[in-house]
């Protein structure tokens, strides 16, 4: 995706160049008034299509934090109920039982049951 949005910025780089060498819509530039229209047409279309890379890139950027927040997130609460599962007291077997559970809810919820 990253190789996308550079290919795209690339482009509408070029395009940007070209469209800020014409002088106007003169016949002074030696290109006739369709060309340089089309070369405008090409780089707004350019500036769309970059801005959308773009903004998925972004998207994905957020997704990864957000992912990483979600993963500490379970950490926390998992190591708040091994703190709450040890102040219990309670014997192996007991434990073994309640983490088991847990487990199975966890998957129950998360649709991997």
């Known amino acids: 995706m990253l190789t996308t949005a550079g ?5 509408q780089r070029v395009l940007r160049e070209r469209v800020e ?3 106007g ?3 002074a530039t030696g290109m006739g008034g369709d060309q340089i229209r089309a070369d405008v047409v090409l780089f707004e279309r350019a500036m769309d299509r970059t801005a959308k890379v773009l903004e ?4 994905l950027d957020l997704d990864t934090r ?3 927040i979600s993963a500490q997130q379970g950490e926390q ?3 708040v109920l091994r ?25 129950k ?3 991997g049951a």
Do not use: N, P
């Open 7 to 11: 290919d795209a910025v690339a482009w």
């Open 21 to 23: 060498s014409l002088d």
């Open 25 to 27: 819509y003169s016949s």
């Open 56 to 59: 998925l890139v972004a998207r």
């Open 66 to 68: 957000l992912t990483h």
């Open 77 to 79: 609460v998992a190591r």
């Open 83 to 107: 703190v709450g599962l040890d102040a219990a007291g309670l014997s192996t077997g007991q434990r073994e039982a309640a983490e088991a559970a847990m487990v199975l809810e966890l998957r």
């Open 109 to 111: 919820i998360g649709g």
